[in-house]
């Protein structure tokens, strides 16, 4: 009856968590709901044993009521009563402790390890930030429901070990200890899920992975115990135990058994009877009033308040307040009533303290980097990927802007101003770095229960505000001071409104850049502009160089350029005079020439050179020009003077030119004798000089 009310109890249990963590969505209380299905598969088990071993009891009366019978002088029995053979119910028995027993065992195990492996969404190698973890929604009426089967669970269970200190119930401490453990996961998610609402970070977290490492280590420890049962000797008579039958689990269950094995382990070390020492028994009868003195002398020592250099306290009796508001225990030693009575609170209102705005949110490791011994997150670019608060992104006017809307047109953000047209706005990823000290501990300590997180809102709020008016340009360049001034003004009146009892020491911009996707563009930008500037050096460059190779330097490159165009507008002009032509070729000429004062000096570079070239160019033409000239008069003169004999001796002299590359022919024969030559004549270049000179 007792495994049939433990199976229900189980089951109910398991159903109530699983609902709950379904509808509270909590990885922990589902965590817990894994834990207690297990508990289905012992108690059935536990079942079938103790029905079985009943009818055993009822087989084995039958075969003392026949063999009673038969010593009576009754008829004897068609079979044999001691042959085990005949006792079905005791085979059967036997059967069970041998295969079902062990079989559940394994299945309980590979049950353990099937829950801590699959279906989590995370791995146990994985740390605390590399997940999301989902927390308890409602958690008032979730503690309360938790903190019920936990009672209720832990209560049966005490319930079944009290049974199984009977000899022939021993094993129903398997199921006891089992839904012990399942009490113990249940205090730990009321637990965590207490420390959540708090705000402790993680708290259900840890919880989740404790339960299901609890899981894994029960799985093997069911298997060791599934192991080392082939090697335990067993005593004829003796209740074995099965292998499901958690050793570490009954430590909840029994935590009296904890002392008495710490006794005989003593004991049994030191080889004698310790816990019958006389120090033992001084120890055991002095304990309790050792106890109660130490607990004095806490209550005692909570009446001494000790308030450090730069701190301050209140006092509350019974909830109320004992000093006015402005007024605080300054440093020094005091007295008051004992806790609960009284009870100091205190804050350091001389320590400055530090509050970011944006900072890096479930940074993996690769994020920070190691020097000189200090851990310190690594420098990132804006073009790089990285995962920010989502309040850190706000919105900046582009161009700066002091009333416009921000609303919501197809999912995407639009601005607008007084007349309704759309504006241009962008977003930057923003972290601002904020100190302040506690000016007012009265307001510190009771206006809020959680100042610091009512400044970090405040101050998201103003920093949106305030970042919507302000130009992106001021952001990222020179108006950084003015922005930091103007925040802390802002920031420090909305907390003096609030009565938040701090004062800001330091507010400043620590980051300011635009998001991911939009530092690719702006990257573009900053390489154009860099291309451009690169462009326009060369481009400055080769006009130097230019201009100093055209005319020796720029300055008389320009000069000179500037001459040639008033002369060209000169010439070019209506009213253009010839003093004013020659002046302007004159001033052209003088850049390039020089003067005669060295007033100003010859241009340099290729105009220098090309004016050197034309001018030996031309100082050679005319030299030759002048040779010529002077060959021809004198060729005059001797033509005038013998006109006949001038040619023949042009002709003779042309002819060794002429015949220099015409084959020869010299005949030696008589002249009397006619020699005839047969030729190709092609005349080429003839010239008459008239008749032959005769042999006279």
Request: proline fraction near 5%.
């Amino acid at each position: 009856m007792t495994a049939y009310v433990g199976l229900t109890f189980q089951i109910v249990f398991f159903a109530v968590i699983a609902l709950l963590g379904y509808f509270t969505k909590s990885d922990a209380i589902l965590a817990a709901a894994r834990w207690m299905l297990g508990g289905v598969i012992i108690w059935p088990v536990l079942a079938i044993v103790y029905g079985q071993r009943r009818r055993v009891a009822a087989e084995r009366l039958e075969v003392a009521e026949l063999k009673r019978q038969q010593e009576a002088g009754g008829a004897a029995p068609i079979f044999d009563t001691e042959d085990e053979a005949y006792l079905v119910e005791k085979r059967r028995l036997n059967w069970v402790l041998r295969w079902l027993v062990p079989g559940a065992a394994l299945t309980l195990a590979a049950y353990h390890f099937l829950a801590a492996f699959v279906g989590w969404g995370w791995s146990l190698s994985d740390s605390l930030q590399d997940h999301t973890w989902r927390v308890t929604q409602n958690p008032g009426p979730a503690m309360a429901f938790v903190g019920g089967v936990a009672f209720l669970a832990f209560l049966f269970s005490r319930y079944a070990a009290g049974m199984a200190r009977v000899g022939g119930w021993r094993m129903i401490r398997a199921g006891g200890s089992y839904l012990a453990g399942n009490a113990l996961s249940c205090l730990i998610v009321l637990v965590a899920i207490a420390l959540q609402k708090y705000e402790v970070p993680h708290a259900e977290a840890v919880a989740t992975y404790a339960i299901r490492i609890a899981m894994l280590v029960v799985g093997i420890e069911f298997i060791a115990n599934f192991a080392l049962d082939f090697y335990r000797p067993r005593a004829l008579g003796q209740e074995t135990r099965p292998a499901f039958d958690s050793r570490l689990l009954a430590m909840i269950s029994e935590p009296g058994g904890i002392a008495r094995s710490i006794a005989d382990a003593i004991n049994y070390q030191f080889g004698f009877e310790v816990s019958s020492t006389w120090f033992y028994q001084l120890l055991k009868r002095a304990i309790v009033p050792m106890l109660a003195f130490g607990i004095l002398c806490l209550f005692a020592l909570s009446s001494v308040l000790i308030v450090d250099a730069d701190e301050q306290a209140v006092i509350e009796r019974f909830g109320r307040r004992l000093q006015a508001p402005g007024e605080a225990l300054g440093p020094g030693l005091y007295f008051k009533a004992p806790w609960p009575i009284d009870k100091a609170y205190r804050a350091r209102v001389q320590q400055v303290r530090t509050l970011k705005i944006g900072t890096l949110a479930n940074a993996s490791e690769d994020a920070f980097e190691v020097v000189d011994g200090r851990r310190r997150p690594k420098p990132l670019l804006w073009g790089e990927e990285h995962k920010f608060n989502p309040e850190m992104m706000v919105i900046v006017a582009s161009p700066e802007l002091t009333n416009y809307e921000v609303t919501t047109e197809e999912g995407a953000p639009v601005a607008k101003d007084d007349g309704g047209r759309a504006v241009a706005v962008g977003l930057l990823m923003v972290s601002v770095e904020i100190q302040y000290c506690v000016d007012d501990l009265h307001g510190y300590l009771y206006t809020y229960r959680d100042p610091e997180k009512v400044v970090q809102a405040i101050a998201y709020q103003v920093l949106s505000d305030y970042a919507a008016g302000v130009d992106v340009d001021r952001f990222l360049g020179p108006g950084r001071p003015e922005i930091n001034t103007t925040l802390r003004r802002i920031l420090q009146k909305r907390i003096d409104e609030q009565g938040l009892g701090i004062k800001l020491l330091f507010v400043g911009v620590q980051e300011a850049h635009p998001t991911a996707e939009v530092a690719k563009a702006f990257q573009e930008v900053v390489k154009a502009e860099r291309e451009k500037r690169n462009l326009i050096e060369n481009a400055r460059g080769m006009a130097e160089t230019t201009l100093t190779t055209t005319a020796g330097s720029s300055e008389r490159a320009i000069q000179l350029d500037e001459a040639i165009q008033e002369m060209q507008n000169l010439e070019n002009g209506p009213d253009a005079t010839q003093e004013a032509l020659a002046s302007a070729q004159k001033k052209v000429d003088d850049l390039l020439l020089g003067t005669p004062d060295k007033r100003i000096p010859p241009a340099g570079g290729e105009a220098a050179e090309k004016i050197a070239e034309e001018q030996a160019d031309a100082l050679e033409r005319v030299t030759e020009k002048q040779s010529e000239l002077t060959l021809f008069n004198a060729e005059l003169i001797a033509y005038e003077a013998s006109p006949k004999l001038y040619r023949y001796r042009k002709y003779l002299q042309m002819l060794p030119e002429a015949v220099e590359d015409i084959r020869k022919y010299v005949l030696a024969v008589d002249p009397r004798v006619h020699v005839i030559v047969e030729y190709e004549k092609e005349e080429k270049g003839v010239i008459d000089i008239g008749e032959p000179p005769s042999n006279k």
